[in-house]
């Protein structure tokens, strides 16, 4: 057998070969961005059929005012008796100064006394 034809026969099969992988890798490529542009677009549709049916539901929302009109329920103890309460002295007018929005006068005057020197 001539060795030129089994050369040529070997670049026929190479070359055939070479095509089909470029051919198939286009395909695919083709094939992937098909798929992406689909998928893009159902992502699309459903963002805006999200965005329509909240706009919807939003619009459709109406403000109720009602007016209840009840007698209020007091309960009144008198003679509250605190029994165990543990807190310091400091804690206690912490408390107090929380429940009242007030700081108590510091006592005295707020003035330091006088420096006596050596004469």
Known sequence: M???VLLALGLAWAG???GAFWY???VGRQGEVA???TLE???ADVALAAQT???AAIAANRPRNTTIKQETEREIQVNTVYR??????ASVRLINEALTGQRPD????????AIVGAQ
């Open 84 to 89: 165990d309460c543990v807190n310091t002295p």
């Open 2 to 4: 001539n060795p030129y």
């Open 35 to 37: 798929k992406q542009a």
């Open 106 to 113: 510091a006592p005295g005057d707020r003035q330091l006394p």
């Open 16 to 18: 055939s070969a070479g």
């Open 53 to 55: 049916g909240a706009a």
């Open 24 to 26: 198939g890798t286009d």
């Open 41 to 43: 677009k159902v992502v």
